[in-house]
């Protein structure tokens, strides 16, 4: 079936730094990916919508300047969390549809990241 | 917008024992319905959908009901497995079909 790679699973980083996250279709392509964000004990919530060739939408609440994203190619959307600090600890999971079966979501595996 | 709530977990069971994990959701108009599981170290996959009242979505002896009057769509197994074990998340999409919410998933421990 259709896989979806997310790089890192883990990250540990200081307060201050700006973390990549990639998410990738490897056998599909993908016009559009949506970047989750998951707290402890509450649902995931949907921060954006990611277009390739676009800019991103994101969902209310969300600050577009803090977390950063792009879509450049059919295969590839990145998320960088920029200067991180504590309160962006969280599991970050994006979804690719299936250009050819828009019906279809395919999950990444998830980011745990951490911030000192 | 729509909103989902699951039953909290972790639900802890004995292998052939029944499941059941509760799942309700509010909506505007009529979403399409979905259970996710997150196997340890995985992704989310999709487990079993229904997209309109009274469908039954059912897959590796899993099933769910779209149940519109209560607003319902309850994951049940008959005899669950160690293998089962994972965190499952209901899910309800816009009606455009591009947005899902999520519920904040439950944890099944199956004990051999």
């Known amino acids: 079936g259709a896989v979806v790679s997310q790089h890192p699973s883990r990250v540990i980083c200081k307060s201050g730094t700006s973390v990549k996250i990639e998410c990738r279709s490897l056998?599909?392509?993908?016009?559009?990916m949506f970047w989750y964000r998951q707290f402890p004990k509450q649902s995931l919530m949907l921060m954006a919508t990611?277009?390739?060739?676009?800019?991103?939408?994101?969902e209310q609440g969300v600050e577009k300047d803090k977390f950063l994203i792009n879509h450049a190619s059919l295969t590839l959307s990145t998320l960088t969390v920029t200067s991180a600090h504590p309160e962006d600890s969280s599991f970050y999971i994006c979804s690719a549809r299936d250009v050819k079966s828009p019906e279809k979501l395919f999950f990444g595996s998830g980011t745990q990241l951490s911030v000192l | 917008g729509n909103s989902v709530t699951q039953m909290e977990g972790p639900v802890t069971l004995s292998e052939e024992a029944f499941l059941t994990i509760n799942c309700t959701y509010t909506a505007t108009g009529y979403p399409s319905l979905f259970w996710y599981v997150q196997y340890p170290g995985e992704g989310l996959q999709l487990l079993l959908k229904a997209t309109k009242a009274d469908d039954k979505g059912s897959n590796k002896g899993f099933e769910a009901t779209y149940r519109k009057e209560t607003t319902s769509f309850h994951l049940e197994k008959g005899s669950v497995q160690v293998s089962d074990s994972a965190v499952y998340f209901c899910?309800?999409?816009?009606?455009?079909?591009?947005?899902?919410?999520f519920g904040g998933g439950t944890r099944l421990m199956v004990k051999p």
């Open positions: 056998d599909f392509q993908a016009t559009t």
């Open positions: 899910a309800s999409s816009n009606n455009a079909g591009n947005m899902l919410t």
């Open positions: 990611s277009n390739e060739g676009s800019k991103a939408t994101y």
